[in-house]
């Protein structure tokens, strides 16, 4: 179950730059369930135990809060569920699904390059769209569905990591671009649905990271919207209003 009174936060592609980065800086701050395909986030998880050589009995502060990892091909069949489920027997709850893990494949020489685009279409839509619709509706499904006053009361919801070519054309990334711009409008269409049942869904929109925004930047505007009240945004994340032509909302600027 969850330890004290820490929130539960399931989020996928943690052994990635950006799901990296949130384990480091907040396994302390939440329980969570860090989903990853291989590489695993660089902190303590529940796959290793500390000592100190010097005193063996000693209790180690590494072991207080460790992350809870899950090895998972999420576009294989079953495996979202398997996820939920490990999650749900191992905390009893999830408070904050972040939806971060993506795949990325550039066409530099355009989409009729040969069928290299038509033959990515399908791993696009399927991880940074399917995906997040899967984990959603399943959360709502085993969690959420009939507990509306605990959620409001706990604040549960979903952040989407989406990114500013959502909104942007960018040479060679038609697909990549596609398949967020349709996680944006998925987004705002789950916070309009779970509205009902007290769950709120929000994106965030980095530019990129870390080459142009700092990558805690990014986790931290994570953690300003689990905190918020806010739902049914796309959250630009170091970009400047301009540049988005205003299709990504500012945090900070609505949660004020």
């Not at 971060?100 to 040969?114: E, S, W, Y």
């Amino acid at each position: 179950m969850s330890t004290g009174e820490r929130r539960v936060c399931l989020i996928t592609g943690a052994g990635g730059t950006l799901g990296n980065v949130f384990c480091r800086s907040y396994y302390t701050d939440y329980d969570i369930v860090a989903v990853c395909r291989t590489r695993t986030p660089a902190v303590p998880s529940q796959l290793e135990w500390f000592v100190d050589p010097l005193e063996p009995e000693k209790a180690v502060p590494e072991n207080d809060s460790r992350v809870y990892v899950v090895r998972a091909d999420l576009t294989a069949p079953g495996e979202v569920e398997r996820v939920v489920d490990l999650a749900l027997a191992r905390f009893g709850k999830v408070d904050l699904l972040v939806n971060n893990a993506a795949h990325v494949q550039l066409q530099p020489r355009g989409i009729v390059d040969g069928d290299a685009a038509l033959e990515q279409f399908d791993p696009h839509f399927t991880l940074n769209v399917a995906v997040p619709l899967r984990f959603s509706v399943r959360l709502a499904q085993r969690c959420w569905l009939h507990a509306g006053p605990e959620n409001r009361a706990a604040n549960r919801n979903i952040v989407n990591v989406s990114s500013i070519s959502g909104s942007e054309v960018y040479p060679g990334q038609t697909l990549y671009s596609a398949s967020k711009a349709a996680l944006n409008q998925l987004t705002r269409n789950i916070a309009d649905e779970f509205a009902e049942f007290g769950v709120r869904a929000n994106g965030i929109a980095p530019n990129s990271f870390p080459a142009l925004v700092p990558t805690e930047q990014v986790a931290q505007a994570i953690v300003e919207l689990d905190r918020g009240s806010y739902t049914g945004g796309v959250f630009g994340v170091g970009v400047e209003p301009e540049a988005d032509g205003g299709r990504n909302e500012q945090l900070a600027e609505a949660e004020q």
